[in-house]
């Protein structure tokens, strides 16, 4: 007697979606760093470092809100972790160094056209 | 009778449909428990074939209820363990695992100001919002979950109007990234932004899905007027201008991105063959995995049932997946998704809904109840000839569960590519665990294939089969 049925094979899933060697996932993150990303991140939280188009940064998961950035046009921005996020900005592109208290410049060392 | 001189056995029913049913609804390949065509159960036990499971319409689910319009998105994660809502083409609907809320205060449904077509709903922390596109535009509205009371406008009174487009969204932490035609827009709770046009993919794209795994937001983009898809990753953080990276599947256009186990599954259509694929991003690569028929799924017609993935496919239910990874993975109809427009799929509650319309003044919100009798299973077929020998199908043999009070199904045998079927036999009987049924009444033939029908069935006890044997012998010509 013939056994007729269907030698056809299927594969189980965990074979079928099994990545072949070599191949690196989309969105493959090894030591918190992702490859092929737009930016590069290290570590979480407040203890990150981080570089995207808009700078480099240290303390914050992102660039806005980090007490310490570098941005693209060369200045320099310390953010106080306070109430008022107070900053100093070392500002490469203007010649000047600024204080600013609560969003207010305060203090400059450098140039400013006409004064504040 | 004369001794047998071929014999089929067929079993493991949980490889559901054959690789080419799409193509061909009467295939030759498969595996030898695969289907040529089927609406029926094949993930609740598998390697069973049972019935698919019934709708059973929510207290207040119909007209005659308050579901008076197409409930288009369903909140799949839901508020608590007993609530979730549903949002329409012009109200806010209220959901428990039984009951459409009617009344309360604020009365529920809520009618949404100017909404015409609902699109998706996202709990953000203590609120919820809803992405709704009117007669022209569209908008944001906010609900605290608190009260309840919905701010119509607020994602333009806080930014701008949305495109008329689908708006699909997905949240990580306090940030929320959502479709807006050409746009992706970004709401970041912590520092109250919100940008509706955050990214922007040109002109003649659209945003049809959004889903976040990997630390990354993946955005599946149409652009060409649907005709190219492509897959991009964007900062987790919503804040960058570029996106991190990207994978194109050429001029197929994508349905919807699903997260399952850490992989990105992608809806999407195959152009090249008049169907549809469920596929996975593997790499910088989309690889096809399970092909269908029917429609494409969008963004609100996807939701996890029984370790596979559920979606709709032209009024039907489809399952995609393996129920445990040592079983290959299926794709199968699983049910009837009740009215012909199938609105949204989701499984707040862990039992399957079902949001349907007829297109017309009939709207029902449904859940898995039961058993269906609107279901059936169709063998591959099978060749019988050797030779100048034709075969002659002698012996059905089937083998189930002990059967409960009045299960029952019905087989048949279909031969010559459908050209003459034989007559049905009756499978049933309290405990009845294995049949088998003598001299078929079906001429000789070049093939056949088995049909199995539950028209007959029972709403309470199905019957599940484990193994059908076929049993012939090869005839002169």
């Given at each position: 007697m013939k056994d007729l049925t269907s030698k056809f094979t299927i594969k189980s899933a965990e074979q079928e979606l099994m990545l072949d060697p070599g191949v690196m996932p989309m969105g493959y993150s090894v030591g918190g760093i992702s490859a092929f990303n737009s930016s590069f991140k290290r570590g979480y939280g407040v203890n990150t470092f981080g570089i995207d188009e808009r700078g480099l940064w240290l303390g914050a998961a992102d660039f806005e809100d980090a007490p310490f950035k570098v941005n693209m046009q060369g200045q320099m921005i310390f953010t106080a972790q306070d109430e008022d996020d107070n900053q100093l900005v070392i500002d490469a592109v203007n010649l000047r160094i600024v204080l600013y208290i609560a969003g207010v410049p305060q203090a400059l060392w450098g140039y400013q056209l006409n004064g504040f | 009778m004369a001794d047998i001189d071929f014999k089929f056995t067929i079993t493991d029913f949980?490889?559901?449909?054959?690789?080419?049913?799409?193509?061909?609804?009467?295939?030759?390949?498969?595996?030898?428990?695969?289907?040529?065509?089927?609406?029926?159960?094949?993930?609740?036990?598998?390697?069973?074939?049972?019935?698919?499971?019934?709708?059973?319409?929510?207290?207040?689910?119909?007209?005659?209820?308050?579901?008076?319009?197409?409930?288009?998105?369903?909140?799949?994660?839901?508020i608590s363990a007993s609530l979730t809502y549903g949002l329409g083409t012009t109200k806010l609907f209220r959901i428990t695992p039984t009951t459409v809320t009617s009344g309360g205060s604020p009365s529920f449904p809520q009618t949404v100001t100017n909404m015409t077509e609902g699109e998706s709903l996202v709990r953000l922390n203590a609120n919820l919002y809803g992405f709704y596109n009117k007669a022209s535009g569209g908008d944001i509205f906010k609900m605290p979950l608190s009260t309840e009371v919905i701010d119509d406008d607020w994602g333009s009174a806080t930014d701008q109007a949305l495109e008329n487009a689908p708006h699909p969204v997905a949240v990580k932490e306090d940030i929320m990234l959502f479709g807006n035609g050409r746009y992706v827009g970004a709401y970041l709770e912590g520092a109250a932004t919100l940008?509706?046009?955050?990214?922007?993919?040109?002109?003649?794209?659209?945003?049809?899905?959004?889903?976040?795994?990997?630390?990354?937001?993946?955005i599946a983009v149409n652009s060409g007027e649907g005709k190219r898809g492509q897959i991009y990753l964007y900062d987790a953080g919503a804040q960058s201008n570029t996106l991190a990276d990207e994978a194109g599947l050429g001029d197929q256009q994508i349905g919807f991105l699903y997260v399952y186990n850490g992989n990105v599954y992608v809806a999407y259509e195959d152009t090249s063959s008049d169907g549809y694929v469920i596929g996975y991003v593997a790499g910088k690569a989309v690889k096809p995995l399970r092909y269908f028929s029917g429609s494409l799924p969008t963004h609100r017609q996807k939701t996890l049932y029984k370790d596979t993935i559920l979606f709709s496919s032209s009024g039907k239910v489809l399952s995609y997946g393996a129920s445990v990874e040592q079983l290959p993975l299926q794709i199968s109809t699983l049910c009837d998704g009740g009215y012909s427009t199938i609105g949204a799929v989701s499984c707040p509650f862990g039992t399957p809904m079902i949001a349907s319309s007829d297109g017309s003044s009939n709207h029902r919100l449904a859940k898995f109840s039961g058993y269906s009798t609107d279901s059936n299973w169709k063998s591959i077929f099978y060749d019988i000839t050797d030779g100048r020998r034709l075969g002659k199908i002698q012996n059905i043999i089937i083998t189930s569960k002990s059967l409960g009070a009045n299960a029952r199904c019905d087989i048949s045998i279909e031969v010559n590519q459908g050209a003459t079927t034989s007559d049905s036999y009756e499978y049933s009987g309290t405990g009845t665990r294995r049949k088998v049924f003598r001299s078929v009444n079906v001429p000789q033939a070049e093939d056949y294939r088995v049909i199995v029908s539950w028209a007959n069935g029972n709403s309470t006890n199905d019957c599940p089969l484990r193994k059908i044997e076929i049993e012939g012998n090869f005839v002169e010509q």
């Amino acid at each position: 007697m013939k056994d007729l049925t269907s030698k056809f094979t299927i594969k189980s899933a965990e074979q079928e979606l099994m990545l072949d060697p070599g191949v690196m996932p989309m969105g493959y993150s090894v030591g918190g760093i992702s490859a092929f990303n737009s930016s590069f991140k290290r570590g979480y939280g407040v203890n990150t470092f981080g570089i995207d188009e808009r700078g480099l940064w240290l303390g914050a998961a992102d660039f806005e809100d980090a007490p310490f950035k570098v941005n693209m046009q060369g200045q320099m921005i310390f953010t106080a972790q306070d109430e008022d996020d107070n900053q100093l900005v070392i500002d490469a592109v203007n010649l000047r160094i600024v204080l600013y208290i609560a969003g207010v410049p305060q203090a400059l060392w450098g140039y400013q056209l006409n004064g504040f | 009778m004369a001794d047998i001189d071929f014999k089929f056995t067929i079993t493991d029913f949980n490889q559901g449909l054959s690789p080419l049913a799409h193509l061909d609804s009467k295939t030759f390949i498969g595996g030898k428990g695969q289907a040529s065509e089927m609406q029926a159960d094949i993930i609740s036990r598998p390697g069973f074939l049972t019935q698919s499971p019934a709708l059973s319409n929510l207290t207040n689910g119909t007209q005659a209820g308050v579901v008076d319009q197409l409930i288009r998105f369903i909140l799949d994660q839901p508020i608590s363990a007993s609530l979730t809502y549903g949002l329409g083409t012009t109200k806010l609907f209220r959901i428990t695992p039984t009951t459409v809320t009617s009344g309360g205060s604020p009365s529920f449904p809520q009618t949404v100001t100017n909404m015409t077509e609902g699109e998706s709903l996202v709990r953000l922390n203590a609120n919820l919002y809803g992405f709704y596109n009117k007669a022209s535009g569209g908008d944001i509205f906010k609900m605290p979950l608190s009260t309840e009371v919905i701010d119509d406008d607020w994602g333009s009174a806080t930014d701008q109007a949305l495109e008329n487009a689908p708006h699909p969204v997905a949240v990580k932490e306090d940030i929320m990234l959502f479709g807006n035609g050409r746009y992706v827009g970004a709401y970041l709770e912590g520092a109250a932004t919100l940008d509706v046009q955050k990214l922007d993919f040109g002109e003649g794209s659209e945003v049809v899905d959004i889903v976040f795994t990997s630390n990354l937001f993946w955005i599946a983009v149409n652009s060409g007027e649907g005709k190219r898809g492509q897959i991009y990753l964007y900062d987790a953080g919503a804040q960058s201008n570029t996106l991190a990276d990207e994978a194109g599947l050429g001029d197929q256009q994508i349905g919807f991105l699903y997260v399952y186990n850490g992989n990105v599954y992608v809806a999407y259509e195959d152009t090249s063959s008049d169907g549809y694929v469920i596929g996975y991003v593997a790499g910088k690569a989309v690889k096809p995995l399970r092909y269908f028929s029917g429609s494409l799924p969008t963004h609100r017609q996807k939701t996890l049932y029984k370790d596979t993935i559920l979606f709709s496919s032209s009024g039907k239910v489809l399952s995609y997946g393996a129920s445990v990874e040592q079983l290959p993975l299926q794709i199968s109809t699983l049910c009837d998704g009740g009215y012909s427009t199938i609105g949204a799929v989701s499984c707040p509650f862990g039992t399957p809904m079902i949001a349907s319309s007829d297109g017309s003044s009939n709207h029902r919100l449904a859940k898995f109840s039961g058993y269906s009798t609107d279901s059936n299973w169709k063998s591959i077929f099978y060749d019988i000839t050797d030779g100048r020998r034709l075969g002659k199908i002698q012996n059905i043999i089937i083998t189930s569960k002990s059967l409960g009070a009045n299960a029952r199904c019905d087989i048949s045998i279909e031969v010559n590519q459908g050209a003459t079927t034989s007559d049905s036999y009756e499978y049933s009987g309290t405990g009845t665990r294995r049949k088998v049924f003598r001299s078929v009444n079906v001429p000789q033939a070049e093939d056949y294939r088995v049909i199995v029908s539950w028209a007959n069935g029972n709403s309470t006890n199905d019957c599940p089969l484990r193994k059908i044997e076929i049993e012939g012998n090869f005839v002169e010509q």
